[in-house]
């Protein structure tokens, strides 16, 4: 079979002094960081609609990028597309993949027809996978949106056909997830809708859901980490499902990446990562590589506390920018989001052994942990004991220190870059 890339070679870690723009910088696959192989602490994955067929098409102008992989029919596309995403997982040692099921195999004359095309395909990437151990799916979900019959919505349609319709399309890429060894499925919000979940969970260890705001809409039911969890324990479904954070979404949601990573990871919901960024000007979805190294410094920071990733990891739904066009660009593209990811988890690791921040936290709140502070934890404080209390005190203005904003930051530049 010929290669797709054959001016692009395996790429290999050279380390910070290289200035080879085909090479790694700061991953290091099987180096060991905070007691596991890079590879394992970061478990990137490759995207199917960005990577595979996203070809720069954006609502002012036609598509930039070649993603035919030299095919004209659909069938053959599917599968062309199938051995270009494994030879390009090869070249950069990336062992997950993640899909949407139009974008492995697009619609046909009918839903059976659909199907049965699509069964193809994955057949196709089970053998290649049969071949090659190392590449596994870490999750799939279903492509919702982009046809006219999603106009209103799919499980928020007003219309119940389209609600039946979509079960239908979101059973059958559940049963691809699970054929093709997924350990996990998404459930977007926006035009998929939560409704769908209900009873959907076939022979999968993990279900995500993704906070999605202001897509596509400008008022949404799934805008952040805490308004989901909301809805999960509505319906009793916080122990079944877990949080899939995107980077870009957080920054639409007017948070921090950090800060949806911390709501999940306190409430027991962290799950997956999609690693991308936005553009900090713009209000809406750019899904950019991401190269900016305090996010993922701190991203990373909340993935080592809550214990690593079990079933989730980092997919890059991200894409190269419209005048990013070569074949080329995809390989310096993923380089430069694994690079930022593994020197961010190089920070994180330091961070945590260098533990001043955190023992700066652990001092602030100190006062919880005794007296009366840890009575009012422990519940046993009414609101006459507190008035009491308060009373017998008087004045609490001398208790409170400084919370060193400045200090924190400059202990974060001096953990960075002092690698």
Not at 373 to 379: E, V
């Amino acid at each position: 079979m010929a290669e797709f890339f054959s001016s692009i070679p395996v790429i290999k870690y050279e380390g910070a002094g290289s200035t080879n723009p085909l090479a790694f910088k700061y991953y290091n696959a099987d180096e060991v960081v905070a007691g596991k192989p890079m590879k394992e602490q970061l478990k990137f994955a490759l995207s199917w609609w960005h990577t595979m067929g996203g070809d720069g098409t954006d609502m002012f102008g036609v598509g930039t990028a070649d993603k035919t992989w030299g095919e004209s029919s659909p069938e053959a596309r599917a599968k062309a597309k199938v051995d270009a995403a494994f030879e390009i997982m090869t070249k950069l040692g990336i062992e997950y993949f993640c899909f949407h099921d139009r974008d492995l195999s697009p619609e046909y004359g009918s839903l059976a027809e659909t199907n049965a095309k699509l069964d193809e395909v994955t057949d196709y990437i089970a053998e290649k996978m049969k071949a090659d151990p190392t590449k596994k799916l870490l999750w799939g979900t279903a492509k919702c949106f982009d046809h006219p019959r999603f106009m209103h919505g799919a499980g928020t349609s007003p219309s119940a056909d389209v609600f039946a319709f979509t079960a239908a399309q979101i059973k059958k890429a559940v049963e691809a997830t699970v054929k093709l060894g997924g350990k996990g499925y998404v459930f977007w919000g926006g035009r998929e809708g939560y409704e769908t979940l209900l009873n959907t969970n076939m022979a999968l260890e993990l279900d995500n859901i993704e906070p999605k705001p202001k897509e596509p809409t400008k008022h949404q039911y799934d805008f952040d980490t805490a308004t989901v969890l909301g809805f999960l324990r509505k319906y009793g479904l916080d122990k079944d499902f877990k949080m899939n954070i995107e980077a870009n979404h957080a920054t639409l949601a007017m948070h921090t990446f950090q800060h949806e990573l911390r709501v999940a990871r306190d409430n027991g919901v962290f799950g997956s990562i999609d690693a991308n960024q936005g553009d900090m000007l713009l209000g809406w979805d750019t899904d950019q590589f991401p190269t900016n190294v305090y996010d993922t410094a701190l991203c990373m920071y909340e993935v080592l506390k809550a214990g690593g990733f079990v079933n989730g990891g980092l997919n890059f739904d991200a894409k190269a920018r419209r005048g990013s066009f070569t074949p080329e660009d995809i390989f310096h593209s993923y380089i430069a989001g694994m690079d930022a990811f593994a020197l961010g988890l190089r920070i994180a690791d330091k961070m945590i052994s260098d533990g001043r921040l955190d023992k700066f936290v652990e001092d602030r709140y100190a006062s919880w942990n005794t007296g009366i502070g840890a009575d009012i934890i422990a519940g046993k404080a009414t609101m006459a004991d507190l008035e009491k209390y308060a009373l017998e005190k008087g004045e609490v203005l001398d208790s409170l220190s400084s919370g060193r904003q400045e200090m924190l930051e400059s202990i974060l530049n001096n953990i960075m870059f002092s690698l």
